[in-house]
């Protein structure tokens, strides 16, 4: 994983927490970004969404989905676990966010943070893959 690929893990991370500080219902803003356009161009070989920061990707977000501040906020670090990781895994398997969320739902993201945030990334994935196939 080069250094630049390791910084758009970090944005997309931030991006996650900034939905929290928004107040943004975390399972239902983890839903619709995987799913979302902006995903798909996060995904893409080049796109220029990907050096845009947290900022402007969660208002491309919210312009896409109807947002609510109606739910459960989850606490920062399980969301910019899940952010980093969800983009990690993008660039270690070469999956759209799409794909990987029908593996790793929210739900199994949160359900898995505890034993899997001190984890290699990479095993945390495999680990999460295994889970999706047990299924």
């Known amino acids: ?32 970004f995987m799913r979302s356009q902006t995903a798909k161009a996060l995904d893409s070989t080049y796109n220029r969404m990907q050096w845009a920061g947290e900022e402007y990707l969660l208002e491309e977000v919210a312009s896409e989905a109807a947002l609510s501040t109606k739910g459960e906020v989850f606490s920062l670090d399980v969301l910019y676990w899940m952010g980093y990781l969800y983009r990690y895994w993008h660039y270690y398997t070469g999956e759209s966010s799409a794909q990987i969320y029908r593996q790793a739902p929210v739900k199994t993201m949160k359900r898995n943070y505890l034993m899997f ?19």
């Not at 001190?118 to 047990?134: C, F, G, R, S």
């Open 1 to 32: 994983m080069d250094a630049i690929a390791l910084k758009l893990c970090d944005i997309q991370g931030r991006l996650f927490e900034l939905s929290a500080r928004k107040g943004y219902d975390s399972a239902a803003f983890v839903k619709a």
């Open 117 to 135: 945030h001190t984890m290699d990334p990479v095993l945390a994935i495999e680990d999460l893959k295994e889970i999706h196939q047990q299924k």
